[in-house]
């Protein structure tokens, strides 16, 4: 990480405060902190997080000094979580202590401090934002309002795929990502007109930005100097300047054509329903468009990315396995025998039980989110015996909990049978009771967009197993297909996906 070297220039001055400061506070106060590996003078223990993806390498550092495990990452000190027990402590038992948000500047930074869901930090308006979230834009009523939407991009998917050349090879993430950029589109913004290429492209450069560890949330008196010395500041006030006019030019064509919208209340996007909360003298909360813009971020932020990196993953899983793929697609495709229909519809998504368990176990083992997104502890508290102390940052390794052989038969095998009678209820994926499987957090502040993300993906999925077969391009095996993931928030393939769709005959 190249912040490293200008801590090391910069801060150097400042070792003889940091041994001063150190001293006072490791005199005996009584308490029991986790165990953790010792720690260099002002990097803490970042230099033992290696070259491997984060959530990886916290595994290794786990096995050795347990799954409740305090790191110094910077001045910030760092509570790792890698068992369902003690997971389960965080996210349940002391939900209420653990339930805040780091500051984190680039993230106050694209939530326009904090007026979002996701990263504002817990309290009264995080709890009035989420509520208005939950109930107006996430509920099971408006994701199921925007059905049609999402069969159209379907359809616009297959047609586009079956005009292309026979044998071509297409790009199986672009192609999901392309699918969820603009069904996202049209779900926030209606029939507006809307640049998806442009918005991506700022998308995922703030992906690339969130990536690794911004040296503001590690060293947050100093770190704003080694990011506008890395050019990372100027990077991320460029994406934020993009994006903030991108969403302005789309909510400000909604308010200069308000009389477009006469007819029911299922035919409104986003955009359309937070305007009109806007005016809505008896809400708690006063919207203006900076609340919309924060909300539009985190739908897309979360939506885009994740459900087509899990789709990507579901498809490398299938075609490393043949006999799950065989099984999946003859569900899909016994299924619609007899039926007039050359595709899959949200209806019979419930009817596909191995297609969901596809996707369970996809999410098992590429979730999404592999360090849940951290929390910061409030008050003193004890997780499994040991004292941690207020203002402690917390990583939830969902990850390495979805892979320890405690809690899963060979974990790194990709099997959906394991699901038939784990989690049998469609609408449990943990978090709750159960927290051996995290793939969208728990507690207080678990995803809330968990029906929109689904019905997606599912139905994303069982439209390409229904209308192709999927092949390796000419010359490669199956042992070719490399499962080793990049780096970042949300953990990519780190190779492509390169797959030849075969369209089924009588289609």
Request: a neutral charge; proline letters at 6%.
């Amino acid at each position: 990480m190249e912040f490293l070297l200008y801590s090391f220039l910069l801060l150097l001055p400042l070792f003889p405060l940091y041994f001063l400061i150190k001293f006072k506070s490791s005199r005996n106060d009584g308490l029991l902190p986790p165990p953790g590996p010792a720690k260099l003078p002002i990097i803490g223990n970042l230099h033992q997080l290696g070259k491997r993806p984060p959530h990886q390498e916290l595994r290794r550092l786990s096995q050795k000094y347990g799954p409740v495990m305090l790191l110094q990452l910077g001045s910030i000190p760092t509570l790792v979580i890698s068992s369902a027990e003690a997971a389960k402590q965080v996210l349940k038992t002391h939900d209420l202590d653990f339930c805040t948000r780091p500051p984190l500047a680039g993230m106050k930074r694209l939530s326009y401090n904090y007026l979002d869901v996701i990263f504002a930090p817990y309290g009264e308006y995080w709890r009035e934002i989420r509520k208005i979230c939950v109930l107006e834009l996430l509920s099971a009523k408006r994701v199921q309002s925007f059905k049609v939407i999402r069969e159209e991009e379907i359809a616009s998917v297959i047609y586009s795929i079956s005009a292309s050349a026979p044998s071509a090879s297409v790009d199986v993430f672009e192609m999901f990502a392309r699918f969820t950029n603009r069904t996202l589109c049209r779900v926030a913004f209606g029939g507006m007109k809307f640049d998806d290429g442009k918005l991506k492209e700022t998308l995922d450069e703030i992906t690339s930005l969130m990536s690794g560890f911004s040296a503001s949330d590690i060293f947050p008196r100093v770190g704003w100097i080694i990011d506008r010395l890395t050019g990372m500041h100027g990077r991320l006030e460029k994406c934020c300047h993009d994006l903030d006019k991108y969403f302005q030019d789309i909510v400000d064509e909604h308010l200069n054509r308000q009389e477009r919208l006469k007819s029911s209340e299922h035919e409104y996007d986003l955009i359309d329903v937070l305007l009109k909360l806007e005016k809505d003298l008896t809400s708690p909360i006063r919207i203006i468009n900076d609340h919309i813009k924060a909300i539009l971020m985190n739908v897309f932020l979360a939506g885009v990315d994740a459900s087509a990196v899990t789709m990507n993953w579901a498809m490398a899983e299938l075609i490393k396995n043949p006999a799950a793929m065989k099984k999946v697609q003859g569900e899909v495709r016994s299924y619609n025998v007899g039926r007039n229909t050359d595709k899959v519809e949200e209806k019979d998504l419930d009817h596909l039980q191995y297609l969901k368990m596809v996707v369970r176990e996809t999410l098992r083992l590429h979730s999404p989110l592999p360090m849940l997104l951290p929390r910061e502890s409030m008050n003193n508290c004890k997780i499994d015996g040991y004292d941690i102390k207020p203002k402690t940052r917390v990583l939830v390794n969902a990850w390495a909990i979805g892979r320890n052989p405690a809690y899963w038969y060979k974990p790194d095998e990709f099997n959906p049978e394991r699901f038939i009678d784990k989690y049998s209820n469609s609408t449990d994926y943990g978090g709750q009771q159960d927290f051996e499987y995290l793939p969208f957090g728990g507690g207080r502040r678990g995803c809330p967009g968990i029906n929109m993300g689904l019905v997606t993906t599912e139905l994303a999925l069982a439209n390409m197993l229904y209308c192709f077969d999927w092949a390796l391009p000419a010359g490669m095996k199956i042992e070719d297909v490399s499962m080793d993931e990049s780096s970042g928030m949300v953990v990519h393939k780190k190779d492509h996906l390169q797959l030849v769709p075969i369209k089924k005959k009588n289609l």
